[in-house]
Antibody, heavy 115, light 110 residues
């Protein structure tokens, strides 16, 4: 069974750094892209970026380029989304998803940033 | 630039059928799309992929009530025998030079 299991909810302050994770299992992790998607209240789904764990090829949405860093450690089948300095506007639910045409989703990680 | 257009809302009665539409911009007629269901307080759930020729591939455990089809630049999701738990937001999604989502359709089951 394909599973994407994300790390737990986070509560941070503006200016803090943060790294959340997404662990894949039940398939060959290196052979599928992993995307990160943001959802904020009242808004739809926004694509942030995507990584191919096999060679770490990474693409970013222009809206998120320079704002976040996406990485992967294929030795432990895990992809990451990180911020170096959080803002209150980064408060959202974040999902990882498998594939360029998504066929599996993680359960989501809620990030709350207080100012 | 590829854009996916969805109606903001749709409604249908319990037990009835509903057909949701996702329209690709002209010039992108060959693109496949994926449909995802997003219920309140839950994560998105992949439903199925629809190719330009109308074939669809469903995700694991997706009931037969859900099906996909195509016509030109339109991609459809049909839900038959509507149940209360089908009330959710439905998003279409594809890939071009990046991942693209439609704006979503909020389905109300009456």
């Amino acid at each position: 069974e394909v599973r994407l299991v994300q790390s737990g909810a986070e509560v941070k302050k503006s200016g803090d750094s943060l790294k959340i994770s997404c662990k894949g299992s039940g398939y060959s992790f290196t052979m599928y892209w992993i995307a990160w998607v943001r959802q904020t209240p009242g808004k739809g789904l926004e694509w942030m970026g995507i990584i191919y764990p096999g060679d770490s090829d990474t693409r970013y949405s222009p809206s998120f380029q320079g704002q976040v860093t996406i990485s992967a450690d294929k030795s432990i089948n895990t992809a990451y989304l990180q911020w170096s300095s959080l803002k209150a506007s980064d408060s959202a639910m974040y999902y990882c998803a498998r594939g360029q045409l998504v066929d599996h989703w993680g359960q989501g990680t809620l990030v709350t940033v207080s100012s | 630039q590829l854009v996916l257009t969805q109606s903001p809302s749709a409604s249908a009665s319990l037990g009835a059928s509903v057909k949701l539409t996702c329209t690709l911009t002209s010039g992108h007629i060959s693109y496949a799309i994926a449909w995802h269901q997003h219920q309140p307080e839950k994560g998105p759930r992949y439903l199925l992929k629809v190719s330009s020729d109308g074939r669809h591939t469903k995700g694991d455990g997706i009931p037969d009530r859900f099906s996909g089809s195509s016509s030109g630049v339109e991609r459809y999701l049909t839900i038959s025998s509507l149940q209360s738990e089908d009330e959710a937001d439905y998003y279409c999604q594809t890939w071009d030079t990046g991942m693209i989502f439609g704006g979503g359709t909020k389905l109300t089951v009456l």
